[in-house]
């Protein structure tokens, strides 16, 4: 799944007001979804029953499961998504190959790029799919609650103490975000500043010096899904570290944190409880 953060981008969209119009026919507006987040804002919006494709590690709702695959990070079958029939392609921006959804608007396909780049964004989504699919009110009560939710979490941390932390993304080769990525955003609402904020790519590749120089009080380390487990990082190597030497390591939940989905807040409100307990900690051994 992480793999998709570093696939091709492009530049493809359509308009929204064409699309609330065909939602507004009686026929279903039939969607092929080509990432997990997007999946999971449809059945959020109650529009699963829209999705007609989609692709691996779209598990969540348990009813997306049964959700015929076309592909996934490696690429899309087009026989598969012509057999479909799509009224409409959603894709997500910066993970799906770009040559693929050239390839399906030039067999005129519609395709509307999903690119939230903030946390609030996700409610936008939310609104904008429940366009599309004609589901507005449940768009809008599903964004209420998500924007409700996160404003709840944001004030619960509005008085901690900012402690410096390094999120491992990825342990080999070791790759960690920078201030530009919503990762570092979830990271900074609970009151973390993130040590690599500063790099120029959005997923900089480090190296355990890197991370040595900065001196991060906590590590983060996301529990990713992979049918090939990443290898371990055996940091008591390294206790010069503040979060070797007191043991701050966290580890949260990759799947809801690496979604743009109103269970990502699940995950926020998790990584801070984790976080806020590892500042308690910190304070008492200075």
């Known amino acids: ?3 998709a953060f570093f696939i091709g981008l ?9 699309l609330a119009e065909q939602a507004n026919d009686s026929k279903k507006l039939r969607i092929i979804a080509l990432a997990p987040h997007i999946v999971e804002n449809l059945f959020a919006i109650g529009a699963g029953d829209n999705i007609v494709g989609t692709v691996d590690y779209a598990d969540y709702p348990s009813e997306a ?3 015929e695959r076309i592909g996934g ?3 899309i079958s087009l026989e598969k998504v012509l057999a479909l029939k799509p009224d409409l392609v959603i894709a997500w921006k910066s993970g799906n190959q770009s040559e693929d959804l050239a390839q399906i608007e030039r067999l005129g396909i519609k395709v509307y790029l999903s690119n939230p780049t903030t946390i609030a964004g996700v409610a936008d989504e939310l609104l904008t799919f429940g366009e599309f ?13 998500f924007k409700h939710k996160l404003n709840g979490i944001v004030k619960s941390q509005q008085d901690k103490k900012n402690i410096t932390g390094f999120y491992q993304l990825w342990a080999e080769p070791m790759m960690t975000v920078s201030k530009n ?15 690599f904020a500063q790099s120029v790519t959005d997923y900089p590749q480090i190296s355990i010096e890197n991370v040595i120089v900065t001196k991060p009080q906590v590590i983060i380390i996301p529990d990713e899904k992979s049918k090939t487990p990443q290898p371990v990082v055996n940091w008591q190597k390294w206790p010069e570290v503040p979060a070797v ?15 743009f989905t109103p269970r990502m807040l699940d995950g926020l409100a998790d990584m801070c409880d984790k976080i806020d307990a590892s500042r308690k900690q910190i304070k008492s051994t200075q």
């Open 1 to 3: 799944m992480f793999k």
């Open 10 to 18: 492009l530049l493809f969209s359509v308009s929204g007001s064409a």
């Open 65 to 67: 499961q049964s959700i």
């Open 73 to 75: 990070y490696y690429g």
């Open 133 to 145: 699919t004609g589901n507005i009110k449940q768009s809008q009560q599903a964004a209420s609650a």
């Open 181 to 195: 990525t919503w990762i570092s955003q979830l990271i900074e609402t609970c009151h973390v500043s993130n040590v």
């Open 245 to 259: 030497k007191n043991d701050q390591f966290i580890s949260v939940n990759a799947d809801l944190l690496h979604r």
